[in-house]
């Protein structure tokens, strides 16, 4: 059976997509699309995990005479294959038009009936570079760069034979000018990118952030620090208010010095908010608890955050276990 990289749609509201509703109805699962695990990108290279991040290209979604919805998605995979250990992969992410025909009847549909309900369709990839061209990486940064001009320190593999930026990306908020702003777990730093992908500024979060191992920076994703954020638990969640001008970044968990990775203890997580209309600045930053488990009282660290109107917004949070993981019974979603 061949696998598949796919998504699903779950609707809320009394009128799909346009709903005035005040009070969200649960329409449960309306329509199911997949891209075949064998599909290529522009580049030649299998399409992959289409899951790190996905938004919605700004100025797209249609709704048609006949009930269909039209729109593109633009799609961020993680790092790379790393199974066993991080690979040389160039961040990127994929451009993907859609045609959504929810379906709300009752009877079980077919495969491919199901698969109708949203067609995807490839059309292009954008590969992340550095200012000059330099190709952006999914190794573990074993190494730093000294800071430089606008640039601060910055992760990469090697700096003697590997000189170039090391990107775990995660968040996406896209821009209506084409620009696009990626958070990253490595530093863990927020990338503006112009829109054919070529480096635009870094954000880097407070000191306390920075993950140290001996009082130094150290960006591996393979070991915990001393302090600073968790290994692999970086700027995870990233949204922005509807004009663009407010950035949140959210880490997945608590930093090292605020709960470590016990997921006892590491629910307490830190945002940061920036003004973002010229030169990045922050201007706030918080604490948010994160959900626990009822019994064992297991943090559910979260995958991903969503703007509603600058005093709330929607955080996922998850176990993450199901399908493909070693314990398949998913507790909390």
Do not use: C
């Not at 991080?86 to 495969?111: I, K, M």
């Not at 302090?227 to 090292?256: C, H, I, V, W």
């Amino acid at each position: 059976m061949l696998a598949t990289v796919g998504l699903s749609i779950l609707l809320f509201g009394s009128s799909p997509a346009f709903s005035q509703s005040t009070a969200p109805v649960n329409k449960g699962l309306v329509a199911f699309g997949y891209i075949p695990a064998n599909a290529r990108d522009s580049t030649g290279e299998t399409i992959g995990g289409l899951g790190s991040a996905i938004a919605l290209k700004p100025g797209s979604f249609t709704k048609a005479a006949d009930g269909t919805f039209k729109g593109t998605l633009v799609v961020q995979p993680d790092r790379g294959y790393n199974v066993d250990q991080t690979v040389d992969y160039q961040t990127r992410q994929h451009h993907v038009n859609f045609v959504l025909t929810p379906y709300y009847g009752s009877s079980a549909l077919s495969f491919t009936d199901a698969a109708n309900t949203l067609k995807l369709t490839y059309k292009k990839s954008i590969l992340y570079k550095e200012r000059w061209g330099k190709a952006t990486t999914g190794l573990d940064p074993l190494s730093t760069r000294p800071a430089w001009t606008i640039d601060p320190i910055l992760p990469v593999p090697d700096i003697q034979t590997k000189n170039q930026l090391s990107v775990d990306p995660e968040g996406l908020v896209l821009n209506r000018d084409g620009t696009f702003w990626t958070s990253d777990e490595y530093g863990p730093y927020i990338y503006r990118f112009l829109p054919e992908g070529t480096l635009a500024y870094v954000i880097q979060p407070p000191t306390a952030v920075i993950p140290r191992v001996g009082g130094a920076i150290n960006f591996s994703g393979d070991i915990d620090p001393d302090s600073g954020r968790a290994a692999n638990q970086g700027f995870e969640g990233l949204t922005a208010s509807p004009d663009g001008r407010k950035l949140y970044a959210m880490l997945q968990s608590a930093t090292m010095q605020d709960g470590g990775t016990d997921d006892k203890t590491s629910r307490y997580a830190r945002l940061f908010v920036y003004d973002v209309k010229l030169i990045p600045k922050l201007i706030g930053e918080y604490v948010v608890p994160l959900p626990q488990t009822a019994k064992k009282k297991k943090t559910l660290a979260q995958s991903d955050i969503h703007y509603l109107d600058g005093q709330k917004f929607l955080v996922l949070s998850r176990d993450g276990h199901g399908n493909g993981d070693d314990e398949s019974l998913s507790d909390y979603k």
